[in-house]
């Protein structure tokens, strides 16, 4: 089993930054990934970001430029650093991990992350 606890989310003006943590607990496998994914009001979940532990990363088109993913290994804790945020990045972000190179096993709860004037 695994657990993971998020962290960061809140309200921001557009353009401004935040900053989401995601700390792991239980069993973790040795080639593992974290990451985030989003889902805004009437939309479908989508992809925003991952990194393996060995450092690859990805990201979603529509935030490439803007956010940056990064994970402390001694920790199990994912960042993502969201800047130049716009009123679209307006979601439920939420952490995930995987074992291997698979689907997501475990989720986090979810934080609001709100993008207004």
């Known amino acids: 089993q695994l657990q993971l606890v998020e962290s960061g989310g809140g309200l921001v003006q557009p353009g401004g930054s935040l900053r989401l943590s995601c700390a792991a607990s239980?069993?973790?496998?040795?080639?593992?990934?974290m990451g985030w994914y989003r889902r805004a009001p009437g939309k479908q979940r989508e992809f925003v970001a991952k990194i393996f532990n060995y450092g690859t990363t990805n990201y979603a088109d529509s935030v490439k430029g803007r956010f940056t993913i990064s994970r402390d290994n001694a920790k199990n804790t994912v960042y993502l650093q969201m800047n130049s945020l716009k009123p679209e990045d307006t979601a439920v972000y939420y952490c995930y991990y995987s074992s291997g190179y698979s689907s997501p096993n475990y989720w986090g709860q979810g934080t609001q992350v709100t993008v207004s004037s």
């Open positions: 239980g069993s973790i496998f040795s080639i593992n990934a």
